[in-house]
């Protein structure tokens, strides 16, 4: 299946086929530090507060991390805390980083300000213009990024795990089929399969 080019408007160290990363490194307020760690727990303890973002069926991956010191990597490097701590977030998604930021602010409105109020700057997601300001002032570039299908969509692999889970529930119905029923269940698998193709 060909798919359409999508624009490129990211660094080509953060795309990888139709899949683009976005890593920020954010400085916290002074309640972030108490805030962030609440939200993380919130959100693991009710996976429905995320529900919004998983019908954003274009983004494969999110993550967010509170940093208060850099790793140590050995001399010359010193130990060094941060003075406050920042919020590292990386994601994963299909398409341009525009199309990103314009469907996010608008799908995620209450959920952008819960994971962003707390950083320094944070104009609020909308209107999208100062949002997306904010991401490119304190987006990182990778230095490597890897997608394991580089060329499918997240909903091209969502259907093709779906549809595997059909076909290998077939194959083992079909083993106790007999010959002159075989056709019809096929028959009934393919039609069923197309709304995964």
């Known amino acids: 299946m060909s798919l359409p080019a999508v624009s490129i408007d990211a660094p080509p160290s953060n795309v990888a086929g139709r899949t683009t ?9 002074w309640w972030g530090r108490f805030f ?8 693991r303890a009710a996976p429905k507060a995320l529900e919004a973002m998983d ?3 274009f983004i494969s991956f ?10 140590y ?11 406050y701590p920042h919020l590292f977030f990386e994601v994963s998604f299909n398409g341009s980083w525009a199309q990103y930021i314009d469907s996010s602010v608008r799908v ?5 300000y819960s994971f962003w109020s707390s950083s320094r700057t944070f104009p609020g997601p909308l209107p999208a213009s100062p949002f997306q300001r904010f991401f490119k002032t304190h987006e990182v570039d990778t230095s490597h990024y890897y997608c394991a299908y580089p060329e499918a969509t997240v909903t091209i692999v969502r259907s093709a795990l ?14 106790n089929l007999p010959e002159d029923a075989f056709d019809a269940a096929w028959d009934a698998f393919l039609e069923d399969a197309q709304r995964f193709l």
Do not use: Y
Not at 73 to 82: I, S
Not at 108 to 112: A, C, F, P, Q, R
């Open 55 to 57: 019908k954003l069926s």
């Open 108 to 112: 995620l409105t209450t959920g952008m």
């Open 36 to 43: 962030m760690p609440f939200m993380f727990t919130t959100s």
């Open 62 to 71: 999110a993550s967010w991390s509170l940093i208060r010191e850099l790793p």
């Open 21 to 29: 990363s976005i890593t920020l490194f954010t400085t916290q307020k």
């Open 73 to 83: 990597n050995g001399p010359p490097q010193t130990v060094r805390r941060l003075r």
């Open 162 to 175: 779906a549809l595997e889970e059909r076909l290998d529930m077939f194959a083992h119905r079909a083993q």
